[in-house]
């Protein structure tokens, strides 16, 4: 991080690894006067370290400019904030459960209220928000065309989206989305024949995937997100989990361990049943975070759960 493209030496020093710069506040010259070189005045507004994480991060989208916030979930109320009081939110439908509960719940005090999915735009449409590929369920957005489409009706929407899933392989900026949020917990921070148990893979890299043709031109790798449905109840689906050795049981993603979630009862578990289900977030969906341990390792531990699962049966 650092310079402008937040890569190739940090510009003060030159230090190739930029410093973490842990002052709060920065000193003047004299009164109402910066210091010249460095124009920090307060660590909440700017801070060398985080300026090169958000140049860094705005190059990887392909944007002129980045913000970081304390979280990913910060950064998209900040974005719903930025619209005019009263304006209305269209987002995919399976959004990630905390933007679902932003917008359901604290944005309509503020006076935002929001849709989901097939709703028509209206005049006081501000905001699409979008997912691709859509958490857990894999089903994959076609940003370009909704973004080529949003204009095309109303020139004031903003098109935005939730990159996680797709960061740093993808930009979903270059595909036309305005607005982009990465939650750097996940993939950012990184370093650096399934058994007859298994009813159905979902995962865009493979051909049998509806959407892997969209994915294809939409991401230059395949990622490390996978769901499939467990054969089985949700009681199966309990029971791989305690099975699991090698494969954490924690909810979110990207990080260097892999990681298994039951969104049923984990990060869908506040969404009604009914809708929930309509979705295709059922009981049996198990949403895997594939990390670097040796693959082998991770095959065997799955194949080792599933069958023991299935045991139990
Ligand atoms: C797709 C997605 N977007 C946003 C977030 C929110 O990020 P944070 O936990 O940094 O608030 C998450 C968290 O799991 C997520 O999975």
């Given at each position: 991080m650092g310079g402008a493209s937040g890569r190739g030496g940090e510009t003060i020093t030159g230090a190739v690894v930029p410093p973490i710069s842990l002052s709060t506040t920065f000193k003047y010259q004299a009164p109402g006067q910066l210091l010249a070189v460095t124009g920090f005045v307060y660590s909440r507004d700017g801070n060398p370290?985080?300026?090169?994480?958000?140049?860094?991060?705005?190059?990887?989208?392909?944007?002129?400019?980045?913000?970081?916030?304390?979280?990913?979930?910060?950064?998209?109320?900040?974005?719903?904030?930025?619209?005019?009081?009263?304006?209305?939110?269209?987002?995919?439908?399976?959004?990630?459960?905390?933007?679902?509960?932003?917008?359901?719940?604290?944005?309509?005090?503020?006076?935002?209220?929001?849709?989901?999915?097939?709703?028509?735009?209206?005049?006081?449409?501000?905001?699409?928000?979008?997912?691709?590929?859509?958490?857990?369920?894999?089903?994959?957005?076609?940003?370009?065309?909704?973004?080529?489409?949003?204009?095309?009706?109303?020139?004031?929407?903003?098109?935005?989206?939730?990159?996680?899933?797709?960061?740093?392989?993808?930009?979903?900026?270059?595909?036309?989305?305005?607005?982009?949020?990465?939650?750097?917990?996940?993939?950012?921070?990184?370093?650096?024949d399934v058994s007859p148990l298994v009813e159905l893979v979902i995962y865009p890299g493979l051909a049998s995937h509806l959407q892997h043709e969209l994915d294809k031109r939409q991401r230059t790798v395949f990622g490390g997100m996978i769901a499939f449905r467990i054969k089985g109840d949700l009681a199966t689906a309990t029971a791989f989990f305690q099975h699991l050795k090698t494969v954490t049981i924690a909810e979110s993603l990207g990080v260097v361990e892999s990681l298994a979630e039951l969104p049923a009862t984990m990060t869908h578990g506040n969404l009604p049943v009914d809708d929930r289900i309509k979705l295709g977030i059922t009981d049996?969906?198990?949403?895997?975070?594939?990390?670097?341990?040796?693959?082998?390792?991770?095959?065997?531990?799955?194949?080792?759960?599933?069958?023991?699962?299935?045991?139990?049966?």
């Open positions: 370290a985080r300026n090169g994480f958000e140049s860094a991060v705005a190059a990887l989208e392909g944007c002129t400019h980045g913000v970081a916030f304390a979280s990913g979930s910060a950064a998209i109320a900040m974005v719903i904030m930025t619209l005019p009081k009263g304006s209305h939110v269209i987002s995919v439908s399976d959004v990630y459960g905390g933007t679902f509960e932003t917008l359901t719940k604290i944005s309509p005090n503020m006076g935002y209220s929001a849709t989901f999915i097939t709703s028509a735009m209206t005049h006081a449409t501000k905001l699409i928000w979008l997912e691709s590929p859509i958490n857990p369920t894999m089903k994959l957005v076609d940003i370009a065309a909704v973004a080529a489409q949003a204009i095309r009706v109303n020139l004031d929407v903003l098109v935005g989206a939730d990159n996680t899933f797709l960061s740093p392989t993808s930009s979903a900026h270059s595909l036309g989305a305005e607005v982009v949020v990465h939650s750097a917990t996940k993939y950012l921070n990184g370093h650096s049996n969906l198990i949403r895997v975070s594939v990390s670097v341990e040796d693959a082998e390792d991770i095959i065997q531990d799955v194949l080792q759960a599933l069958e023991k699962a299935g045991e139990g049966q």
